[in-house]
T-cell receptor, first 112, second 112 residues
Framework: NAGVTQTPKFQVLKTGQSMTLQCAQD?????MYWYRQDPGMGLRLIYY???????DKGEVPNGYNVSRLNKREFSLRLESAAPSQTSVYFC???????????FGPGTRLTVL | ELKVEQNPLFLSMQEGKNYTIYCNYS?????LYWYRQDPGKSLESLFV?????AVKQEGRLMASLDTKARLSTLHITAAVHDLSATYFC????????????FGTGTRLKVLA
């Protein structure tokens, strides 16, 4: 099992450009998450999907959109990137409430 | 406002010493999670505590949960250099929503 995979690993964007971060899990987990982690800080939840077909906002959803494409895949889109979105983005999944999350390796995004 | 606070934020300790990291939270959640993050890496699940009084141990780390005090502790026994990392606690924002809130993290450095 690959666990949780994310692409790309690194990305540099110019202000105003758009891009989609991809996430996939092969553990048959119901819930999937997108977080951002800024230097020296904890993780902040951007969006999550409790189950296939549902998505909900987290703490910091502004400037982002998500799509739960199927049970395996959960993508995060930046429509018009801003320097404030420079961060490391982590995707995670878990089987259900009461279970720990499995994290992907992260995407390091820089917006110039 | 939901808060998850950890202290200390930074901890430098000698090998062989004991220490405790504290995690206070403001929700009524009865579930708490501990994660470890090595520099430049993703997060790894350490412990899942699912009820009041739960205690879990793995090697030199022991985690406990007191839901009445809204407090979890991560105790380090006879620290070794390999334990150097950042440790995060997280709670369910609202039971059943599958939505996590992370603490700010405790950066631990164990000196040889």
């Amino acid at each position: 099992n690959a666990g949780v995979t994310q692409t790309p690993k690194f990305q540099v964007l110019k202000t105003g450009q758009s891009m989609t971060l991809q996430c996939a899990q092969d553990m048959n987990h119901n819930s999937m998450y997108w977080y951002r982690q800024d230097p020296g800080m904890g993780l902040r939840l951007i969006y999550y999907s409790a189950s296939e077909g549902t998505t909900d906002k987290g703490e910091v959803p502004n400037g982002y959109n998500v799509s739960r494409l199927n049970k395996r895949e959960f993508s995060l889109r930046l429509e018009s990137a801003a320097p404030s979105q420079t961060s490391v983005y982590f995707c995670a999944s878990r089987v259900s409430g009461g279970a720990g999350e499995f994290f992907g390796p992260g995407t390091r995004l820089t917006v110039l | 406002e939901l808060k998850v606070e950890q202290n200390p934020l930074f901890l430098s300790m000698q090998e062989g010493k004991n220490y405790t990291i504290y995690c206070n939270y403001s929700t009524t959640s009865d579930r708490l999670y501990w994660y470890r993050q090595d520099p430049g890496k993703s997060l790894e699940s350490l412990f899942v505590l699912l009820s009041n009084g739960a205690v879990k141990q793995e090697g030199r780390l022991m985690a406990s949960l007191d839901t009445k005090a809204r407090l979890s502790t991560l105790h380090i026994t006879a620290a070794v250099h390999d334990l150097s990392a950042t440790y995060f606690c997280a709670v369910d924002a609202i039971t059943g929503t599958y939505k996590y809130i992370f603490g700010t993290g405790t950066r631990l450095k164990v000196l040889a």
